[in-house]
C-alpha cells in the first residue's frame, strides 16, 4: 500500500495511533504556517467571504446577522467556533455585530509568534521568513488584536482537539478540512462537540476524492442513526444536531 493511500485510511486504528506523519506536518505548520507556504487572504478572509463560500446565496454580513438571528432567535447567548480561524478576522467581525450575545472561539493548527517576539528576534525571523518577514509582522499584530476580543483561541488538531469540554451552537470551517490528512476524523470530532440544535457549515473543497466519498459514505450510513439533519451541496457540509445528540462515531472505512 503506497503511502498517499494509506494516510487516507483513517479508521484503520493502527494507523491512526502511530502519529508520526501528524506529528511531522504539525512540527512543519508551527515553522511555516505564517510564511511563505499560506497565502495572506486565506488566513484574513472577513465574514463576506466566509458568506460567499459556505452561504451560497449569502453574499454580505449583514446577511450572515440576519440569518445567524433568525437561526438562533432571541437565545441569551450564542457560541461559535472557527476551525482554521487564521487571524481571526471573522470571529473579530461576529463580536463586533453581536457583542457578549456571542463567545467566539477559534482553532489554528500553529500559533502566531507574538509581535514583540518578532521584534526582538528579528534576525532569527528575518532569516526564517525572508522577504515575508513584514508581511509575517503584520499578520502578528492582527492576529493578536483580533484574538483579544474573543472568549477563546486554541492552537492544536482539530481531529483530535476537546475544545476545553465545550460545545457550540454554530461550528463554521472554511477552506480546512481539505488541508487534513484526515478529514472524516476532523468531521467526526466536530459533530460530537455540538450542542442540542447546534449547526456546522462545513467547506469540504481541497478534501482528496477518495476522502470525499468515504465522508459522503458514512454521513448516509451515521447520520439518521444519529439524529443529524442537513445536507451536502457543492462541497459545503451543512448539518443540524438534534434535541439529544449521539456521540458520533464513524465506522471502519
Known amino acids: 500500500m503506497n503511502k498517499r493511500r494509506r494516510a487516507g485510511k483513517l479508521f484503520d486504528r493502527a494507523v491512526w495511533n502511530r502519529r508520526e506523519g501528524v506529528a511531522r506536518s504539525l512540527k512543519l505548520y508551527r515553522r511555516n504556517a505564517i510564511g511563505a507556504r499560506w497565502r495572506k487572504s486565506s488566513l484574513t478572509r472577513p465574514l463576506r467571504e466566509y458568506s460567499e463560500i459556505l452561504g451560497r446565496d449569502l453574499g454580505r454580513v449583514v446577511e450572515l ?21 487564521g487571524a481571526c478576522v471573522a470571529l473579530a467581525e461576529l463580536k463586533r455585530m453581536f457583542g457578549n450575545r456571542v463567545s467566539a472561539s477559534g482553532i489554528n493548527i500553529s500559533a502566531f509568534p507574538s509581535p514583540a517576539r518578532l521584534r526582538r528576534r528579528k534576525a532569527y525571523y528575518q532569516k526564517l521568513y525572508g522577504p515575508g518577514f513584514q508581511r509575517v509582522l503584520a499578520l502578528s499584530e492582527l492576529y493578536w488584536r ?108
Not at 67 to 83: H, M, P, T, Y
Not at 157 to 162: G, P
Not at 181 to 187: E, G, N, R
Not at 193 to 198: I, R, T, V
Open 65 to 85: 446577522k440576519l440569518a445567524l438571528n433568525e437561526r438562533f432567535g432571541k437565545k441569551q447567548k450564542i457560541s461559535v467556533l472557527d476551525i482554521g480561524c
Open 146 to 253: 483580533n484574538r483579544a476580543s474573543l472568549d477563546n483561541q486554541r492552537v492544536g488538531l482539530m481531529e483530535k482537539h476537546d475544545f476545553g469540554g465545550k460545545k457550540f451552537d454554530l461550528v463554521v470551517s472554511v477552506a480546512t478540512i481539505g488541508a487534513s490528512h484526515y478529514p472524516l476524523a476532523a468531521i467526526e470530532n466536530i459533530l460530537n462537540h455540538l450542542k442540542p440544535h447546534g449547526a456546522c457549515l462545513l467547506d469540504l473543497s481541497g478534501v482528496m476524492e477518495e476522502d470525499y466519498d468515504k465522508i459522503v459514505l458514512q454521513l448516509d450510513k451515521t447520520m439518521p442513526k444519529a439524529g443529524f439533519q442537513g445536507e451536502l451541496n457543492n462541497s459545503v457540509l451543512m448539518l443540524v444536531a438534534p434535541k439529544k445528540p449521539r456521540k458520533v462515531r464513524f465506522g471502519l472505512v
